[in-house]
């Protein structure tokens, strides 16, 4: 009954490689988002989805698409690569889109690129 | 770009203590929410202020807001070893939600 589940929690691969996390929230929220936390704990969002639609783009590079089949499944694909990508990168939701809501997180999906 | 900013980045305290974490801010803000990370987790929401509010509790936690100063305090009282995690301010404005670094907190048995 896992309220935001992300898979895989660990994920080694080599540079160049294309890999994808996929994250599913079963809480009926409307928003989810995915974050990225660098080795020094800073948590930074990334993209942030409503009802399946983009709301927030936070200068990624363009080698990471999120895709969002529906409001419960928000993946993210990352192509080539490369080292500085080894993080954890955390999927969550909230129930609405706006900054008064809580947001619930996933456990993590650990990526270290060699 | 980044909004709120904890102070200490590391705490060591002893069991039973009570611990203090700040948060400071840069711009306005609608609301300000504490997160809790253990080690290896995801984050788990604490409590949430907002800007029109200057204190509020919960359990063994006590969160203020300054907006004069751009600040805000996380008390933890009482501390358990349980405790130990990271505490994350983030800062709520124009449908954004920025995190903090967090600071450390270590409960010494």
């Known amino acids: 009954d896992t309220a935001v589940s992300q898979t895989p929690k660990y994920l080694v691969t080599q540079m160049g490689n294309d890999k994808s996390i996929k994250c599913e929230q079963n809480?009926?929220?409307?928003?989810m988002y995915w974050y990225k936390q660098d080795s020094k704990k800073f948590l930074k969002i990334m993209f942030s989805y409503n009802n399946k639609e983009l709301i927030i783009n936070e200068t990624v590079p363009n080698r990471f698409s999120p895709k969002s089949p529906d409001k419960a499944h928000l993946n993210l694909h990352i192509n080539s690569l490369e080292l500085g990508d080894s993080a954890v990168y955390f999927c969550?939701?909230?129930?609405?889109?706006?900054?008064?809501?809580?947001?619930?997180f996933g456990e993590g999906s650990w990526l270290t690129v060699v | 770009s980044q909004q709120g900013e904890e102070d200490p980045q590391a705490l060591s305290i002893q069991e039973g203590e009570n611990a203090t974490m700040n948060c400071s801010y840069k711009?306005?803000?609608?609301?300000l929410q504490w997160y809790r990370q253990n080690s290896g987790r995801g984050l788990v929401h604490l409590i949430l202020?907002?800007?029109?509010?200057r204190e509020k509790h919960s359990g063994r936690l006590r969160v203020t807001l300054d907006t004069s100063k751009k600040s805000s305090s996380l008390l933890i009282t009482a501390s358990r070893a349980a405790d130990t995690a990271s505490y994350f301010c983030a800062t709520g404005r124009d449908d954004k939600i920025i995190f903090g670094k967090g600071t450390r907190l270590h409960i010494l048995p």
């Open positions: 809480l009926g929220h409307d928003t």
């Open positions: 711009t306005s803000i609608n609301n």
């Open positions: 969550a939701s909230s129930r609405k889109q706006g900054t008064g809501n809580t947001i619930y």
């Open positions: 202020i907002r800007s029109n509010e």
